[in-house]
């Protein structure tokens, strides 16, 4: 049988859902037949919370092609569990390449770990495990690949040297917690082949991610996919990290927030399912397809919070949850007016600018201090004040702030990454 290769670039987040409102459910085969029957709204406390987190870039097999992007990719999502989702720092546990000798992605590592988390995760707990690498299907079976897996047509040999999907998901069984999050971003090039060629996702990963809560393996599961079904997921070079995890951590981090700064399970799914395609599509052309999709079962999706967003500008414009400090609102409230300053209102008025990045774009300043930006690929919503001709927007990810002189306004902000930038838009005068 030809053996199908897979670059697993995997948050396996076990958490607990299954999802029947249409950004996530495809087929009644996608779904698994689990029933749609969600009621948990709400995360174990932050003391029940644990995490394993994978990422390998480098193989002592010389056939296995050296990734770019998993470390990273691990890296990050650690960061963002621990500042955003509400995780412990010594809950969290990350294995990469690019750790010390001790944090090495090996197979008895990463075996080692899962058996120690049965004796920390209370029953009542979560497990979220993330795995970011290559992964292969070899007769009907689905494995991950440590860093020190070798990989030929000895089916025998790779059981002893990867880790069978099916091994992972009998070691949280034996651990015994009630919610499990996967989260699986998969699928990129051949790791034994062509760099370019493709590798969709199978069937037999889709199967090996799954918990049965009818059984009662689980309360609640969540198995997120970078990819549907005999698609695959493609490489973010820029970020160095894959577009799926790159867009995972941005929604975890306040891009998919609502009003209240929450990122709910919906939310995020929603939002991953919106960005991850455009992007894919304006990077690397037409015909390059990537959509998320998810299988969720005892969760209640709208409800459930995953993260807060806790984003830190600008010190002036600085707005952090965790310390109370003065929100975005609050603190535009209490800028005195200068005497002379413009009386006019930006609402109702459309501005033009230029990005190197995303070409020709407009703000519109809305009623009820709404902004929508829009660029060539969609639109993004945030909010607006304006003091006299001081300006300031915050669309959840980034925040700038400028002065109106004349058509023009002259913006300077910063992002949740702690990037700096500036922009000029120009007042449209055509409408």
């Not at 998969?186 to 069937?203: I, K």
């Not at 577009?243 to 951590?249: E, G, N």
């Not at 304006?386 to 959840?396: A, K, L, M, P, R």
Request: glycine share 8%; aromatic share 8%; net charge neutral.
């Amino acid at each position: 049988m030809k053996r199908k290769i897979f670059y697993l670039n995997s948050v396996l987040i076990f958490v607990l859902l299954i999802f029947s409102f249409n950004v996530l459910a495809q087929s009644d085969e996608r779904n698994l037949g689990l029933p749609n029957t969600p009621n948990i709204k709400t995360l174990p406390i932050k003391a029940k919370r644990f995490a394993l987190i994978i990422g390998v870039d480098n193989y002592a097999d010389t056939q296995i092609s050296t990734l770019g992007g998993a470390s990273n990719d691990a890296k990050t999502l650690a960061d963002a569990l621990i500042e955003y989702g509400g995780f412990d720092p010594e809950q969290v546990t990350l294995l990469a390449s690019n750790q010390s000798l001790e944090r090495q992605p090996t197979r008895g590592n990463i075996l080692r770990r899962l058996s120690n988390l049965a004796s920390a995760i209370p029953s009542d707990g979560l497990l979220l495990i993330f795995f970011a690498g290559h992964g292969v299907e070899r007769a009907g079976q689905a494995f991950l690949l440590p860093s020190d897996a070798q990989v030929n047509n000895d089916v025998e040999l790779l059981e002893q040297t990867a880790i069978n999907v099916m091994q992972v998901k009998e070691r949280v069984r034996k651990i015994g917690v009630k919610q499990v999050v996967m989260i699986v971003d998969a699928c990129r090039n051949d790791p034994g082949g062509r760099a370019d060629a493709d590798n969709p996702l199978t069937p037999n990963y889709t199967k090996g991610f799954s918990f049965d809560t009818r059984n009662k393996e689980v309360s609640a599961f969540v198995t997120l996919y970078a990819t549907e079904m005999n698609h695959r997921a493609y490489e973010y070079k820029e970020k160095h990290q894959g577009y799926f995890t790159w867009a995972l951590v941005e929604g975890l981090k306040g891009a998919a927030a609502n009003d209240k700064k929450e990122i709910t399970l919906a939310n995020l799914i929603k939002y991953l399912q919106d960005i991850v395609p455009k992007r894919v599509t304006q990077d690397l052309g037409k015909g390059k397809e990537q959509r998320p999709f998810a299988i969720i079962e005892g969760y209640k999706a709208d409800d459930l919070v995953l993260a807060i967003s806790t984003a830190k500008y600008d010190p002036k414009l600085a707005i952090d949850a965790q310390t109370n400090s003065t929100s975005l609102s609050q603190k535009t409230d209490k800028i005195e007016e200068p005497s002379n300053a413009t009386k006019s209102t930006l609402e109702g008025t459309v501005w033009i600018g230029t990005s190197t990045i995303s070409g020709k774009f407009t703000i519109e300043f809305l009623k009820e201090n709404k902004y929508r930006y829009t660029i060539s690929t969609g639109s993004r919503m945030g909010v607006w004040k304006q003091v006299g001709n001081y300006v300031q927007i915050d669309n959840g990810h980034s925040v700038s702030e400028g002065n109106i002189e004349g058509d023009k306004i002259k913006f300077k902000g910063s992002n949740i990454e702690g990037e700096e930038f500036k922009f000029t838009v120009t007042k449209d005068t055509s409408k």
